[in-house]
T-cell receptor, first 116, second 113 residues
Framework: AQKITQTQPGMFVQEKEAVTLDCTYD???????LFWYKQPSSGEMIFLIY??????QNATEGRYSLNFQKARKSANLVISASQLGDSAMYFC?????????????FGTGTRLKVLA | EAQVTQNPRYLITVTGKKLTVTCSQN?????MSWYRQDPGLGLRQIYY???????DKGDVPEGYKVSRKEKRNFPLILESPSPNQTSLYFC????????????FGPGTRLTVT
């Protein structure tokens, strides 16, 4: 069965430093998508970045990049130059598409605190 | 303004009293989905709908029903709520099932006593 694992319940990072949030996934399907979402304390869910299983290059969106290591089944989120506004809960998610379904599986999340 | 709306935002109810949480999007999106968020468990998908004709179960469909009679609406129905359905519920939509981005509603906090 598909599974997403986020092993870091909480992390601290100093403002302006880079931080890596870990995500590993498990699937036997060759076609899948990987996502990261941000949930600030206000509660809304914000899409950050997407990586397809067949994409050759790592996805980047501004200060966010996804370190995709297919053989290791990892999809870590890298935030460069952290800002106070980056303090939030971050969720890694996977979408399975091979079987014709479009189900999403989320990890348990990592709470990031950026220190001034 | 393009958005996903949910109502109510907060609800306290009693065990067994049927309730409906509405979800509506104004972006002409094909794909809609319901999630519940619980501490330590992340988000779990309840049901999703790829279009008006296709609805399927997510990972935790027990105790829930959905309906997609029209494209913009995707209500979540709890016919006999129980305390273990106390949770934060999110509706989400995307342009198509394989779109990169899901747009989430603001959430509905449900308490079942």
């Amino acid at each position: 069965a598909q599974k997403i694992t986020q092993t870091q319940p909480g992390m601290f990072v100093q403002e302006k430093e880079a931080v890596t949030l870990d995500c590993t996934y498990d699937t036997s399907d060759p076609s899948y998508g990987l996502f990261w979402y941000k949930q600030p304390s206000s509660g809304e869910m914000i899409f950050l970045i997407y990586q397809g299983s067949y994409d050759q290059q790592n996805a980047t969106e501004g200060r966010y990049s996804l370190n995709f290591q297919k053989a290791r089944k990892s999809a870590n989120l890298v935030i460069s130059a952290s800002q106070l506004g980056d303090s939030a809960m971050y969720f890694c998610a996977m979408r399975d598409v091979t079987s014709g379904t479009y189900k999403y599986i989320f990890g348990t999340g990592t709470r990031l605190k950026v220190l001034a | 303004e393009a958005q996903v709306t949910q109502n109510p935002r907060y609800l306290i109810t009693v065990t067994g009293k049927k309730l409906t949480v509405t979800c509506s999007q104004n972006m002409n999106h094909e794909y809609m989905s319901w999630y519940r968020q619980d501490p330590g468990l992340g988000l779990r998908q309840i049901y999703y709908s790829m279009n008006v004709e296709v609805t399927d179960k997510g990972d935790v469909p027990e105790g829930y029903k959905v309906s997609r009679k029209e494209k913009r609406n995707f209500p979540l129905i709890l016919e006999s709520p129980s305390p273990n359905q106390t949770s934060l519920y999110f509706c989400a939509s995307s342009f198509s099932p394989d779109s990169y981005e899901q747009y989430f509603g603001p959430g509905t906090r449900l308490t079942v006593t």
